[in-house]
């Protein structure tokens, strides 16, 4: 068991946050992408977008 316990932590080295590299890639993993931020910022430049064309709020 401790040999177990060896090769679990040589693979799984602390990061600044806390979390190792693998644990991070298995969580973005389990993220769904484009996350909510990145749809609204981008509904928030196509909306801007869409009013320079119109020219609406100038």
Known sequence: MIDQ???ILAVHV???DGMC???RAWW???TPYPCWQ???VTSRQA???TA???GVGT
């Open 28 to 30: 973005a993993r389990l």
């Open 38 to 40: 990145v749809e609204w």
């Open 21 to 23: 590299a693998g644990c």
């Open 47 to 49: 909306r801007a977008v």
């Open 5 to 7: 316990e060896r090769r």
């Open 14 to 16: 602390r990061g600044i």
């Open 52 to 54: 320079r064309f119109l």
